[in-house]
């Protein structure tokens, strides 16, 4: 029995749970909320939400812990809610399975935007073969892409970067799951090569390179598609 | 003009004699046994009274006593602890002496210590039992000694005059002087010749002889009068302090007002003291005059001299130095100027053919011109041997044999060639001749050779050209006195000009030391840290004392460093340094050529300063220094000391100043913090307030979100802003360096200063073959936002900001540029400190912006510089050694 509207928040922060609680019951979700990771995990079991906001810094228990323990049976989208400079801790987070996250203090449209497109890629489980995004569209089938219509040239590289990044559109991919997917395991360090390829995309495939709208990165941490 | 006629008390003496209580208080206290001679049963008593004093449970101990093996005295000493004797090996034999350290590690409330005057064995800290008693004072022990009137160093001249045996081991005056109790051992001359012949009485290497020739009934009666006598006076002298402390009126309205006249003799001594008993039982007042004359001092006398005035000083009575030819008239007009009524004079006559032409000596005419003045005349203690010495003083000849025959030479030759032309010249213009030359040669040569050379040119003249030639005899009356005129002119001009030449040589010697002392004072002032000082120190005295030295300064709490200064000359071994340790507790100098541990190679001085000691100076001496370096060391050593001792101050004075600096950035922070605080917060709290309180139309309202908004991002960035401030100062920034595509970068800080930057023109430059650059994104970007909102705040709207990246050999150049108002000359240094505000610093900001700049791009090592532009305007360039990474597809 999934809740289609209900987003689970897991933050010990009163002030934020009821920012929260304003802004999402604002537009349209229903929430509900659990201040430990213990109960969270309770609660997600019971009411089985359509996205959890999991805060890193929870006092009981690991933030990381308690994502990996949702993962061993949530499928859905969970976020993760930070602090600034801890990098290392997000890329950590996106590694072991959050979709997405957000570092505190957040902007409403950011949160907005990362809930609906969390919500979004996740329900897109059918993959549709032509994926279209802005002046862009992508043939998966073909191996093609075209902007603004008329046909780009991609080497088989630049494609497979361009067609992960646009498959998860919205959602932060970290350097080396990128790494990991295009180049292989043993590539997960050299974030070089992903930065030569990127720069070389972007170059392709925006409007203008030097202020990118489509390839966006994400500093310390990967690159996202943006919306 | 004397103010003594009221009838308070010398202010004077009545400071010297609370400070002398005070700095006894601290001390020891002395009680001295004193007997008239050996026998009288001084140490019997003292111990009989240590007994006493150890039934009433003081802590009384025996760190030294003789029994001579008197049954009656061993019995008593064997009720006491004693403090085992120190071994010390002297010459193939062993010795025994007082262990001195023990004592004072044992710190006992009282301490035995007999025969005062005894003088150690080498290889002791003291050359003499009186400094090791005085040490034990210094550190509180309390002492009972034993003490003859033979060894009072006043006395000792006396005594050996009345006994016939020499004295040789004594005691300073002061010492008794200052003791805190004297109590005398009597026993009438029958009595002890009694025990003299029961064998009581110790005489040591004495033959039966001496024995008998010692204790004649005479001698002893005479020793007892003196004894008595001596301790009398200073019941005499304590009961006038006591009435001067308890300011009880004394006998102070006489008027009358006494001078004692002191030169540079040990007569001196007792005049002085002799006249201070006489002025309390006069009720006189009492001052001390020297008078300076034309006569040079020998070292001897001055250090006599320097004794007697420190004599005048402790006795309290107040000295004046006049420099005159004539003694007798400065005596007499100083006391007419002070109203003197009674002089008090030694009968030791002046020297010199000086007060055979003053027809009359010293004290006669001292008696006659004095008018009214009653005169005391006291007899003197030098034999007859030394008045005599006195008064025809000869210069001393001590100059080498060559010069004599050079002289000889001179004076030959010149009168062959005189001879040559005898007839043209007459024999009584060669006289001038050899006048002439003896004069001459009396500016090169010293008295001896002058001397020397009147006598030789004297007899040439007599026997070549006077008239009998080839005789000695003369011939004319006249002539004979033109011999005898001569020969007194000859003599007399070379003694004069010999004499000038010697005061000559006087006065540039003490100029020289002057000039060493100018020198001193002029380097040690320009020396600035106490390296320099050490330097200048070391410098001056390798100069003037030919001296390599070592200096040892004091540490913070006051206690001796454990080395020497790295600067010092002189390897300093262990022992070197624990010796160094006893002077800098006791501030008295010891090792070669002092009483204490003199048997070292080294000497040690301590630097005494107004505050304390400021250390310890360690010199290695070939040979003693006369009396004038001396004095001119002492100098030197004042000077270095009192320098030290501004250094030290002014290093705490610096140290304060600084605590004083963190206290006000401390300060400082905390003020801004909490201002910059208090505004967003009041913003936030202000317009939340007023949207509950009652409902506004939209755009008000939307106002007032807008600006919650923009202070929460204030309030978000000071946040940022300090948490970075601390990272840096905790020096926990390791830049996590990654590869970054410097558009990114740009991109990045663009974005996020979307706002700000809406009024302003923004231009990146990015060199198209900008490779990739290792560095941390975060750290970088920061960096950047910073800069560009700085921009933004101090630069006109529509004016346009630059932001250029480019990268050669290695370096990595960031150059951020506004048309602002630029930064003051004077401060672009400044400008990267904390709290640093700019003048229109009107917009919020806690001034930690640029400090944060500074901090991650060190943390880069790299560098970052302000610079005004030529046109208006601030431009930031920052340089980072970064690895880079060409844009070159390694895959495909």
């Known amino acids: 029995m999934s809740n289609a509207n209900t987003i689970l928040i897991i933050d010990d922060e009163v002030q934020i749970r009821r920012l929260l609680e304003i802004t999402l019951s604002a537009n349209g979700y229903l929430i509900s909320e659990a201040s430990t990771g213990k109960e969270g995990l309770i609660l997600a079991a019971s009411g089985l939400p359509v996205l959890v906001l999991l805060d890193l810094g929870l006092p009981d228990a690991d933030g990381l812990d308690i994502l990996k323990k949702f993962r061993e049976w949530y499928q859905k989208p969970i976020i993760i809610l930070s602090v600034r400079n801890s990098e290392e801790d997000i890329v950590a987070a996106l590694d072991s399975g959050a979709n997405d996250y957000l570092t505190k203090p957040f902007r409403t449209g950011e949160l907005l935007a990362r809930i609906r497109s969390a919500i979004r890629q996740n329900q897109d489980v059918a993959e549709t073969p032509v994926l279209k995004l802005g002046n862009l569209t992508i043939d998966l089938i073909n191996h093609t892409a075209k902007k603004n219509e008329e046909l780009i040239k991609l080497t088989s590289t630049e494609f497979s970067l361009l067609a992960l990044l646009a498959k998860n559109e919205g959602r932060v991919l970290t350097h080396q799951y990128i790494l990991k997917e295009i180049w292989g395991k043993s590539y997960v360090e050299q974030t070089q090569y992903l930065r030569v390829f990127v720069a070389q995309l972007r170059k392709k495939i925006e409007e203008d390179p030097a202020k990118p709208k489509l390839l966006l990165t994400e500093s310390g941490i990967g690159y996202r598609f943006g919306i | 003009m004397n103010n003594f006629d009221d009838n308070r008390p010398n202010p004077d003496e009545l400071l010297a004699s609370l400070y002398h209580d005070e700095e006894k208080s601290k001390l020891g206290e002395l009680k001295i046994f004193f007997g008239m001679c050996a026998g009288v049963g001084k140490t019997y008593t003292m111990l009989q009274t240590g007994l006493s004093e150890k039934r009433k449970n003081k802590d009384i101990i025996i760190g030294y006593v003789e029994t001579h093996n008197r049954s009656e005295t061993a019995e008593l000493a064997k009720g006491f602890e004693i403090v085992p004797r120190k071994i010390l090996d002297y010459k193939n034999t062993t010795v025994q002496e007082m262990d001195l350290d023990a004592i004072i590690a044992r710190n006992p409330h009282i301490v035995i210590v007999d025969e005062l005057a005894h003088t150690n064995a080498p290889g002791s800290r003291h050359t003499k039992r009186y400094h090791d008693v005085l040490e034990l004072l210094e550190n509180g022990i309390n002492v009972y000694t034993t003490l003859n009137v033979q060894h009072l160093e006043s006395r000792s001249e006396t005594v050996s005059q009345i006994t016939g045996v020499v004295v040789r081991e004594t005691v300073p005056d002061e010492i008794f002087e200052n003791a805190s109790e004297v109590e005398l051992v009597d026993l009438t001359p029958v009595e002890l010749l009694q025990r003299l012949s029961e064998g009581k009485v110790y005489a040591p290497e004495r033959s039966k002889e001496a024995i008998e020739n010692f204790f004649r009934i005479g001698n002893i009666t005479a020793l007892r009068e003196m004894a008595l006598r001596i301790v009398a006076d200073r019941v005499d002298m304590q009961l006038h302090d006591y009435m001067q402390n308890k300011r009880i009126r004394g006998p102070w309205k006489s008027g009358l007002h006494m001078l004692v006249a002191i030169n540079y003799t040990s007569d001196s001594a007792k005049l002085l003291r002799w006249a201070k008993n006489l002025s309390y039982s006069m009720g006189a007042t009492i001052q001390a005059l020297y008078i300076e004359t034309s006569h040079d001092l020998n070292n001897k006398e001055q250090e006599q001299l320097d004794r007697n005035i420190q004599l005048s000083k402790q006795l309290g009575i107040k000295l004046r130095i006049i420099t005159n030819f004539d003694v007798v008239r400065a005596i007499i007009d100083f006391a007419h100027k002070e109203n003197i009524t009674h002089i008090v004079v030694g009968k030791t006559s002046t020297h010199s053919l000086l007060s055979l032409l003053q027809l009359g000596n010293f004290v006669n005419r001292l008696i006659r011109d004095s008018g009214n003045i009653d005169v005391y005349i006291l007899g003197s203690e ?352 390791s830049p996590h360096l990654d590869w970054c595509d410097v558009h990114d970068l740009a991109n990045s800080v663009i974005e996020s200063l979307q706002q700000e930057l809406k009024l302003f023109k923004i231009s990146v430059i990015i060199p198209p073959n900008m490779p990739f650059v290792k560095i941390d994104f975060g750290l970088i970007e920061q960096v950047l936002h910073n800069l560009i909102l700085n921009a933004t705040q101090y630069s006109p709207a529509k004016s346009c900001i630059k932001l250029k990246f480019f990268y050669d050999n290695g370096i990595f150049s960031i150059m951020v540029m506004d048309r602002g108002n630029g930064f003051p000359e004077s401060e672009l240094n400044s400008i990267f400190k904390k709290f640093y505000r700019g003048k229109d610093a009107s917009t919020g900001g806690t001034g930690l912006g640029l400090s944060i700049v500074k901090g991650f791009v060190e943390a880069h090592k790299g560098t970052v510089i302000a610079e005004n532009r030529k046109n208006g305007g601030a431009l930031f360039s920052i340089k980072i050694p970064v690895e880079i990474s060409s844009v070159n597809t390694k895959n495909e």
């Open chain 2, 382 to 733: 030098n034999k007859f041997r030394d008045k005599f010495k006195k008064t025809f003083s000869f210069p001393n000849f001590t100059s080498s044999i060559v010069q004599y025959l050079i002289i000889t030479l001179f004076v030959t030759f010149t009168a062959f060639v005189c001879y040559l032309f005898k007839n043209v010249l007459g024999y009584q213009v060669v006289s001038f001749i050899l006048l002439f030359l003896v004069s001459i040669l009396a500016l090169f040569f010293s008295t001896g050779p002058i001397f020397l050379a009147a006598a030789i040119s004297a007899l040439i003249w007599n026997y070549y050209f006077i008239p009998p030639y080839f005789t000695l005899h003369i011939g004319k009356p006249i002539d004979m006195l033109m011999f005898i005129m001569f020969f007194i002119i000859v003599l007399l001009n070379g003694i004069l000009t010999s004499r000038v030449r010697r005061q000559e040589k006087k006065i540039r010697i003490r100029e020289e030391r002057t000039d060493a002392l100018y020198r001193l004072a002029r380097d040690l002032s320009v020396a600035l840290g106490i390296e320099e000082v050490i330097k200048a120190v070391v410098n001056d005295i390798q100069k003037y004392f030919h001296l390599d030295c070592s200096i040892i300064l004091k540490t913070e709490e006051n206690t001796l460093e454990k080395d020497a200064h790295p600067d010092s000359l002189i390897n300093l071994t262990e022992n070197d340094l624990s010796v160094a340790g006893w002077v800098f507790k006791n501030s008295s100098k010891a090792g070669k050529f002092t009483d204490t541990l003199p048997s070292g190679d080294l000497t040690f001085y301590p630097l005494l300063g107004n505050s304390g000691n400021m250390g310890i100076i360690v010199v290695r001496h070939s040979k003693k220094f006369t009396y004038g370096e001396d004095q001119l060391w002492e100098a030197f050593l004042s000077q270095i000391s009192g320098k030290f001792e501004r250094e030290f101050l002014r290093d705490s004075a610096k140290k304060i100043y600084l605590v004083g600096e963190s206290e006000k950035l401390y300060k400082t922070l905390f003020n801004s913090i909490s201002h910059e605080l208090r505004i967003p917060v009041t913003t936030i709290l202000g317009a939340s307030d007023t949207l509950l309180t009652q409902e506004y139309p939209e755009n008000t309202r939307k106002k007032l979100y807008s600006e919650i908004n923009i202070a929460s991002l204030r309030l978000n960035r000071l946040i940022e802003n300090l948490l970075n401030m601390s990272r840096i100062e905790s020096g926990r920034i």
